[in-house]
């Protein structure tokens, strides 16, 4: 709008100037015309008879420069009045601009009327929004605090059902393991009796070699599996060295009872080895 307004103003001094001094152009018609009149008419120079080819040539030129000086002056007029059209033009151009310009500016004021109005009323409905959700906020943080509240003795409380669920458990633990412990320690207890009792029963001693050796039962079991005596001839040996008639009887053979003098020598010789070691 005041790139238009400032074009207007340029065309309007542009033209103004045209008008109040003119163009420099029509300085030299004006003059061309005055000293035309003061010229005698150009029939008056028509001379009867032969002139020469030098003064027609003249004659001629002069009035084509009148031509050109009456026509370029009739265009000097045409375009002072195209200039006054122009600027009258521009003249209704810029009233009417200059009239859009205020109906504009009027209608801009209303609107910033109309907007400050609007601006006020929406502060108001903020400000009422943002009471609304500053209450809402504070209802919002007392249910959060409750409810962190809830959740933090809910997991006091799991906490310490948890821990009298742990403490009862190593309670049964420790039982058990004073259970096992005892268990295990009757147990080492039966097997130290039975070692014992194993230990003393193959100490026993059942009987005498020849030479007087001790016959335990520990070297009769060994001496039995090494010679591969069956458990009746060692019923019988022992029978027989208990009654004391260990060199009346032989052991029993697949074809019957031996009674070799030396019947019963490997028998006391594995045991005397035993005995040696």
Same mark, same amino acid.
């Given at each position: 709008?005041?790139?238009?307004?400032?074009?207007?103003? $340029? @065309?309007?001094?542009?033209?103004?100037?045209?008008?109040?001094?003119?163009? &420099?152009?029509?300085?030299?018609?004006?003059?061309?015309?005055?000293?035309?009149?003061?010229?005698?008419?150009?029939?008056? +120079?028509?001379?009867?008879?032969?002139?020469?080819?030098?003064?027609?040539?003249?004659?001629?030129?002069? =009035?084509?420069?009148?031509?050109?000086?009456?026509?370029?002056?009739?265009?000097?007029?045409?375009?002072?009045?195209?200039?006054?059209?122009?600027?009258?033009?521009?003249?209704?151009?810029?009233?009417? !601009?200059?009239?859009?310009?205020?109906?504009?500016? =009027?209608?801009?004021?209303?609107? %910033?009327?109309?907007?400050? /109005?609007? =601006?006020?009323?929406?502060?108001?409905?903020?400000?009422?929004?943002?009471?609304?959700? /500053?209450?809402? &906020?504070?209802?919002? +943080?007392?249910?959060?605090?409750?409810?962190?509240?809830?959740?933090?003795?809910?997991?006091?409380?799991?906490?310490? %059902?948890?821990?009298?669920?742990? /403490?009862?458990? $190593?309670?049964?633990?420790?039982? $058990?393991?004073?259970?096992?412990?005892?268990?295990?320690?009757?147990?080492?207890?039966?097997?130290? !009796?039975?070692?014992?009792?194993?230990?003393?029963?193959?100490?026993?001693?059942?009987?005498?070699?020849?030479?007087?050796?001790?016959?335990?039962?520990? @070297?009769?079991?060994?001496?039995?599996?090494?010679?591969?005596?069956?458990?009746?001839?060692?019923? +019988?040996?022992? =029978?027989?060295? /208990? $009654?004391?008639?260990?060199?009346?009887?032989?052991?029993?053979?697949?074809?019957?009872?031996?009674?070799?003098?030396?019947?019963?020598?490997?028998?006391?010789?594995?045991? !005397? +080895?035993?005995?040696?070691?």
């Amino acid at each position: 709008m005041i790139n238009k307004f400032i074009v207007m103003s $340029a @065309a309007f001094f542009l033209i103004f100037n045209v008008f109040a001094g003119g163009d &420099d152009r029509d300085e030299g018609p004006v003059e061309s015309l005055d000293s035309v009149l003061e010229m005698e008419p150009v029939t008056d +120079k028509v001379v009867v008879g032969e002139l020469d080819a030098q003064s027609m040539a003249l004659t001629s030129a002069e =009035d084509e420069a009148l031509a050109r000086e009456l026509e370029e002056f009739e265009s000097s007029l045409a375009d002072e009045a195209r200039l006054e059209q122009e600027l009258a033009d521009a003249e209704a151009q810029l009233e009417a !601009e200059l009239a859009r310009e205020q109906a504009l500016a =009027d209608f801009q004021a209303k609107l %910033a009327e109309e907007k400050a /109005a609007a =601006d006020a009323s929406n502060a108001a409905y903020q400000a009422k929004l943002a009471r609304e959700q /500053a209450l809402a &906020d504070f209802q919002a +943080k007392l249910a959060e605090e409750k409810a962190a509240a809830d959740a933090s003795n809910a997991a006091y409380k799991a906490r310490l %059902a948890e821990e009298a669920r742990l /403490a009862e458990e $190593a309670r049964l633990a420790e039982e $058990a393991r004073l259970a096992e412990e005892a268990r295990l320690a009757e147990e080492a207890r039966l097997a130290e !009796e039975a070692r014992l009792a194993e230990e003393a029963r193959l100490a026993e001693v059942i009987g005498q070699t020849k030479s007087g050796v001790e016959i335990t039962v520990a @070297a009769h079991e060994t001496c039995q599996e090494t010679l591969g005596l069956t458990d009746y001839n060692i019923q +019988k040996f022992v =029978d027989s060295l /208990a $009654a004391g008639r260990l060199y009346n009887e032989g052991p029993q053979l697949e074809h019957g009872t031996l009674f070799s003098p030396s019947r019963w020598d490997e028998y006391f010789d594995c045991v !005397e +080895k035993l005995a040696s070691k």
